[in-house]
């Protein structure tokens, strides 16, 4: 998803209760659209969690470029 993106992509880390903003990883994670099937958008209590812990272990593996700003942040395939 993050290679066809090709650019920075925002995080949007969104609580449980609230819509992840469209175009950003977590709303990603929440569509029914990825390989999973939304899974992360439809288990309650994993909602708005894929942005905030996914994208740094793709870093450590090498993956992905992460920013790390107070708030904002983005990422992009390697």
């Known amino acids: 998803m993050l290679k066809e993106h090709g650019d920075w992509m925002s995080l949007g880390s969104a609580d ?24 992360y958008g439809l288990k309650k209590g994993l909602r708005g969690r894929f942005a905030m812990y996914v994208p740094p272990l793709m870093e450590a593996l090498g993956l992905a470029e992460l920013e790390h700003n107070p708030r904002n942040n983005r990422m992009r395939a390697i």
């Open 16 to 39: 449980e209760k609230k819509p992840a903003a469209e175009g950003t990883v977590e709303a990603w994670a929440r569509a029914e659209a990825n390989p999973v099937g939304g899974w």
